[in-house]
Every structure is written in C-alpha cells, then in structure tokens.
C-alpha cells in the first residue's frame, strides 16, 4: 500500500480530551519548575516537598493538590504515589477545582481508583458548577454519549459555548468538531473551523492536529499544505501522533529531498513506538520501502533523532493524540 493511500484513510478530526496534557499544565500552574524539573531529572528538592507537605497537613488544599500531582506522576516514589488520591480528595472536598477535575477524570477513567464514571462526573459537575472551563469540557463530552450521566446533547453544547468563550482550547475545538460534522449542533464548516483555529492557537497538540488537517483538506478553510504541515510539526513536536504520520507521509509525498525523507523516516519510526495500533501498524508497513530509498548514514540520522525525540521528558509533551 502507498503512502499517499494510507495517509487518505488516517487523515481525520479527533476529540480533544487530553487528560495528561491537562494534567501537567496544572502542575506548570502550580508546583515551582524547580521542583518539578528535580524531580524529572531524578533529584528531589527535600526542602520544597518538606514545605508543601507541611502546608497540606496543615489543611492547604494548593499544597495537597501540588503534591497529589507530583504523586501521580510518580515524582515522590512510590509512597508519594499511594497517598496522591488521599492528598487530591482532600483537595477536592475543600473546593479545589484542579483537583476535582483530577479525581474526575481518574474516575472516569479507571486510573489508580476502581473506574466509576457516577462519582467521576460527581467530582466534575462541582468544578464545573463552580465556572472551571476543564471540567466543563470534560463533563459535555460525557454529556454527549451518557458516561456516567444522562445523555443530553444540547446540555453538552451550552457547556462547550461557556468553556469555549472562557478561551479555553479544548473546548474550542470540540465546540468546532461538532459544528463541522454537524453532529448535535448545524452544520457550520466555517465557524467549525475558525472555532479550531483558536483552539490550535492556544497552543493543544490536538487542536494544533486538527487545524492542519482542517488546512491540508480545505475543509472550512482555504486549502493550504504549507501552513498545514507547519501545524502538523508543531503538533508532531507535541506528541500527537496522528500529526506526526501525517506529517510524515506530507514530506515523504510532496517534497523529493533527503532531508525531508530523513524527517519523514524520524517520525515514521517515532509512530511505531506509539500507544495507537492503527497508526502504529500503517507506520510500520511505510518504514522498509523509505529505508530502502536512503543511504545507511541517512538511515542513521533518522533513528537517532526518532530515539532523541523518544528520550524527551515527558512534560515537553502534551498529548499523544
């Protein structure tokens, strides 16, 4: 199968429910970069963790928030780690909308706690009753296939509107999605798309994947492949994967030169590695037919920079889809 044929059947819009991108935006808020970076590079600043963790006995909620997501992300070991929902709940309960936006979606999920999507949206409606714009993104999307609540499609568009209008991006995109396709709401391409492009603009991996899908089809928007494969590499640098194979068939069927086959094959390889079966298979079958177009010293510059890009930190990457 060509490129171009397996690049027509992955191009497409996705929701945005980046949870860990989220997530670790809420750690940027909150927690100091030097605590966070210590802990990534495997160094823990006992000073600052002694300090948040006598404001959170003390009853801070930022504090045991702070550290319930250093917990989560495994920051603290694994002490740190079994005390995170004890330290979010307590944060929740005080009213922390962060944290129950967390808890929300850890019940939602499954993840850490016995999956319950009730008690999820429990967590969820009270941040979002409280005006939190994730919350209110997340909870609409339940809202529209009846996750743990009733299903309510016009409940889950007045939702999206208000977190959408609150400049927040995720929203903005789905908002968009949905406009697109016409699904609960008219068919409107070009407010669709214009709500995506200020999605993309704040900067989401997602809605930055979208925006360039949205630019290399036309649809909403004049047809542009340049600008198109410009978000698609700053959603590619993100860690979205379906930016990063389209991104790679984009070069890979477009441009003749060495170093945009070399760029193609680094993302090419970087997709084989990734959580997403689908994409990762369809990678997979493009690798030996690029290999075999390039030297061995071009296969080699590709691989180290897929590897380098692999080896990143994780919080230099928002979302995996």
Not at 1 to 26: E, N, P, Q, W, Y
Not at 292 to 305: T, V, Y
Request: hydrophobic share 45%; aromatic share 6%.
């Amino acid at each position: 199968m060509s490129a171009a044929t397996s690049h027509g059947k992955f191009s497409r819009l996705s929701v945005c429910v980046s949870f860990v991108a989220t997530t670790i935006a809420l750690v940027s808020m909150t927690v100091s970069p030097q605590t966070v970076l210590a802990a990534e590079g495997g160094h823990q600043v006992p000073a600052q963790v002694a300090t948040l963790t006598a404001r959170a006995d003390a009853g801070d909620a930022d504090a045991q928030f702070e550290l319930g997501i250093l917990g989560l992300g495994n920051w603290l070991g694994d002490q740190g780690r079994m005390d995170s929902i004890t330290r979010l709940t307590s944060a929740a309960d005080a009213k922390h909308n962060g944290a129950a936006f967390v808890l929300g979606m850890l019940y939602v999920r499954g993840a850490l706690v016995a999956r319950n999507p009730v008690k999820g949206v429990g967590y969820l409606k009270a941040a979002a009753n409280r005006g939190d714009p994730r919350s209110k993104n997340s909870l609409a999307l339940l809202m529209l296939r009846g996750d743990g609540i009733e299903k309510d499609p016009a409940a889950a568009i007045e939702l999206l509107e208000s977190s959408a209008s609150a400049g927040f991006a995720e929203a903005q995109t789905n908002l968009g999605l949905l406009y697109l396709r016409g699904e609960n709401a008219p068919r409107d391409e070009k407010r669709g798309a214009e709500l995506v492009r200020q999605g993309a603009a704040a900067g989401p991996a997602n809605s930055q994947y979208n925006y360039g899908w949205l630019l290399e089809t036309g649809t909403g928007v004049a047809k542009d492949s340049a600008a198109a494969r410009s978000w698609y590499e700053r959603a590619a640098e993100l860690g979205s994967t379906a930016a990063q194979f389209n991104l790679a068939v984009m070069l890979l069927r477009a441009s003749p030169s060495s170093a945009d086959s070399i760029t193609g094959l680094k993302w090419l390889l970087v997709v084989s590695r990734s959580g997403d079966p689908a994409l990762r298979k369809r990678a997979e079958a493009i690798v030996p037919s690029v290999v075999g177009k390039l030297s061995k010293a071009e296969i080699q510059q590709a691989s180290q920079a897929a590897i380098s890009y692999l080896k990143r930190p994780s919080s230099m990457m928002s979302s995996s889809r």
